[in-house]
C-alpha cells in the first residue's frame, strides 16, 4: 500500500480489514496536526463530509493555553465550533501507525461554511489563487533540520530538559559512517513517508552532533505545505516508536548550530518554468527580477511567519549559515536569499531565513504574498552581493527580536493588503502573547548570572 488513497481505495481498503483508523487532521497555527482519530467504517460511511472541532484551536500557544485578546474567539463568545471538511484529494496511508489512513482538512466557519480567514491552509490557498490570476503557478520545497537525541521524549522531560544527548558526538555533515548509525531512525522515517505518498529525496546529516536534514521534492505550493507538516509530524512519532526524541527547536544549546527550514521556489507558466530566461543576466526572467525583489523588500514585514517564537531569534548569528541580512547572492550561503541554478531551467530563489519552527503554509503564503506585490510593482531587483554578508555594513538587517518582528507585523500595510486586517491582527496577537509569556519567567540563565554577584 504506497501513495496517495483515493476515496474509493479507501472505501476498498476498509472493507478488507486493511484499514480500522482514519486521522483526520487539519494545521494549526504552530502548523501541527490537530484532529481526531474515526473508526474507519464511520469516516467513509458519514464523517468524510464534515466533523466539528472547538474553535479555540486556532487561538492557542504551544501550551495549548487559551489568551484573550483574539477578534475570533474568546470566553465571551463561547469558544464556539469549526467544521473540519475533509479534502478527499489528501487521503494517504500512515505506514508506520498499523491499519491507519490521514486526511487533511480546511477549516471552516460552522455558520456560513466559509474557510476560516486565519487558518493557515486558507491563508496559502488564497495566495495561490492571487498568483493563478496573474497567470502563475508557484512550486516549493521545504529543507526539514532537526536534531535526534540519544533518549526518548519522557525521558528527556523527567529531567526537566536538561538532560540533553544528541545521538552523535560529532559534526556529521554529509557523514555517512555517522548517519549509518542514525539508520535505525532515518530509513524508516525515509520509507514510510514515501509510502505515504511524500515525494522524498534523500536524507543527510546536517553541520552538527546529531543533526539530520530531510529533502522533499519540489511540488505545488500547497502540496509542498501538506508534506512538510505530516513529514515534520511523522518524523517526531517515529523517533519515539524508536526510543529518541526529534526536535525541530530552532537554538536547543547556545553552542550548538541551530536548525533551519530552507524554502525554494519558483513560478511556472504550465509546464514552462517562468523564472528562466537564459537571455538575461544569470538566466533570470524579469519576472523573477522582480518576485525576488519583493521577497526582499518585504522581508522584515513577514519575519515573525519565518520566526513565530523568542527561541527563533537566537538560531540568527554570523558563521553559523542562519542569514541576518535581506539581500541575495549567486550561491552564496551567507546571504538570505540564495540563487539556485543558475543559468538553467531549474533556476529559482533559496529563502535561507525561516527555521525549523516556522508554520510551512504561513510561511510560504508571505513569501508568494511578497512575491506577488514584486510583480504587480514591477519592483527592481538591486545587484547581488558577494562575499561575506554577515559583514556587510550596506545591507539591511532582518528583525533581530521577535518583539520588532511583531511590530513590523503589525505595521505591514502589504500584509494587511494581501492578507487582510483580521489575519494581520490574529497573528499579531500570537506574537504578542508568545513574548509575554516569556517576560513572565525567571530564565536559570539570570538565576546564575546573579543570585550571589547581583
Not at 502563475?136 to 525521558?155: P, Y
Not at 536569499?337 to 504561513?362: A, H, M, Q
Not at 519592483?379 to 545591507?395: F, H, I, M, R, S
Amino acid at each position: 500500500m504506497t501513495g496517495k488513497l483515493t476515496f474509493d481505495d479507501l472505501k476498498s481498503r476498509v472493507k478488507d480489514g486493511l484499514i480500522d483508523t482514519v486521522l483526520t487532521v487539519f494545521v494549526d497555527m504552530q502548523g501541527r496536526l490537530m484532529g481526531k482519530r474515526f473508526h474507519a467504517v464511520n469516516f467513509v460511511e458519514t464523517s468524510f463530509k464534515e466533523t466539528h472541532c472547538c474553535n479555540y484551536l486556532l487561538a492557542t500557544d504551544l501550551e495549548m493555553a487559551t489568551p484573550d485578546g483574539y477578534a475570533s474567539t474568546s470566553w465571551q463568545s463561547g469558544y464556539g465550533d469549526y467544521i473540519m471538511a475533509p479534502d478527499l484529494d489528501t487521503i494517504r496511508p500512515v505506514p508506520w501507525l498499523d491499519g491507519t489512513a490521514m486526511v487533511l482538512c480546511d477549516v471552516l466557519d460552522h455558520h456560513t461554511h466559509a474557510p476560516v480567514p486565519h487558518s493557515p491552509r486558507a491563508i496559502l490557498k488564497t495566495q495561490i489563487e492571487r498568483l493563478e490570476a496573474l497567470g502563475f503557478q508557484a512550486k516549493m520545497a521545504t529543507e526539514l533540520e532537526f536534531f535526534l537525541f540519544e533518549k526518548s521524549f519522557e525521558d528527556i522531560r523527567k529531567s526537566g530538559f536538561r538532560d540533553l544527548d544528541p545521538i552523535s558526538g560529532y559534526n556529521e555533515d554529509y557523514h555517512i559512517l555517522q548517519t549509518t548509525k542514525e539508520e535505525g531512525v532515518m530509513r524508516p522515517i525515509r520509507n514510510h513517508l514515501f509510502a505515504a505518498g511524500l515525494p522524498i529525496e534523500n536524507s543527510k546529516g546536517e553541520a552538527e552532533a546529531g543533526q539530520e536534514e530531510l529533502n522533499i521534492r519540489y511540488a505545488p505550493a500547497l502540496d509542498c505545505a501538506d508534506h512538510h507538516s505530516i513529514a515534520k509530524h511523522a518524523i517526531k512519532e517515529i523517533a519515539w516508536q524508536h526510543g529518541h526524541a526529534a526536535t525541530f527547536l530552532p537554538k536547543w544549546h547556545k553552542d550548538r548550530v541551530g536548525s533551519s527550514s530552507h524554502v525554494h521556489q519558483s513560478l511556472w507558466k504550465g509546464q514552462e518554468p517562468a523564472f528562466a530566461d537564459p537571455s538575461r543576466p544569470h538566466g533570470m526572467s524579469q519576472i523573477m527580477e522582480h518576485y525576488m525583489a519583493g521577497l526582499i523588500k518585504y522581508a522584515p514585514d513577514y519575519t515573525y511567519f519565518l520566526a513565530p517564537y523568542v527561541n527563533s531569534y537566537k538560531r540568527f548569528a554570523k558563521g553559523t549559515f542562519a542569514p541576518t541580512k535581506t539581500v541575495w547572492s549567486v550561491d552564496n550561503r551567507t546571504a538570505g536569499f540564495r540563487l539556485c541554478g543558475e543559468n538553467t531551467k531549474g533556476v529559482r530563489v533559496e529563502c535561507r531565513i525561516g527555521g525549523s519552527d516556522l508554520n510551512p503554509y504561513l510561511a510560504q503564503a508571505a513569501m508568494l504574498a511578497a512575491g506577488i506585490k514584486g510583480i504587480e510593482d514591477a519592483l527592481e531587483l538591486a545587484p547581488a552581493t558577494t562575499g561575506d554578508v554577515y559583514e556587510d555594513a550596506n545591507a539591511a538587517d532582518i528583525p533581530q527580536t521577535l518583539r520588532a518582528a511583531t511590530e513590523t507585523l503589525r505595521g505591514s500595510a502589504f500584509l494587511r493588503h494581501a492578507f487582510g486586517d483580521d489575519v494581520v491582527d490574529h497573528y499579531t496577537r500570537a506574537a504578542e502573547w508568545e513574548q509575554e509569556e516569556f517576560d513572565r519567567v525567571v530564565t536559570d540563565w539570570e538565576i546564575a548570572r546573579g543570585f550571589e554577584r547581583a
